[in-house]
Nanobody, 126 residues
Framework: QVQLVESGGDSVQAGGSLRLSCEGSGNTYSSYCIAWFRQPPGKEREGVAAIDSDGNTTYVDSLKGRFTIFQDNAKKVVYLDMNSLKPEDTDMYYC????????????????????WGQGTQVTVSS
């Protein structure tokens, strides 16, 4: 099992930017998919972006261009850069990981991931 810890969530004004981090520890996967999800209160988690062990990325169409996922393999950290933030981006953000090949739209299926972090809150005010 991989332990994941998210950080970087904060309260920002609309139009601002944030960088979220997802740091992994424990067992490692030789081939993996790590994804960011977000969850509004009372709603299901929705996939935001994913990156695989080869550095291939995939995004939900609605966020492509504003959000960027990338990784630092040496540090075992996956980042999510979020730009031009909007109030509707206000959510709890989670990272998840498992050993499979990322693809669209499969990466957004919560059932495919066995490892989850505790989440980090992003609040965007207008």
């Amino acid at each position: 099992q991989v332990q994941l810890v998210e950080s970087g969530g904060d309260s920002v004004q609309a139009g601002g930017s944030l960088r979220l981090s997802c740091e992994g520890s424990g067992n490692t996967y030789s081939s993996y998919c790590i994804a960011w999800f977000r969850q509004p209160p009372g709603k299901e988690r929705e996939g935001v972006a994913a990156i695989d062990s080869d550095g291939n990325t995939t995004y939900v169409d609605s966020l492509k261009g504003r959000f960027t996922i990338f990784q630092d393999n040496a540090k075992k950290v996956v980042y999510l850069d979020m730009n031009s933030l909007k109030p509707e981006d206000t959510d709890m953000y989670y990272c998840a990981a498992d050993e499979f090949v990322c693809g669209y739209p499969d990466f957004a299926s919560v059932d495919l991931y066995s490892d989850w972090g505790q989440g980090t809150q992003v609040t965007v005010s207008s």
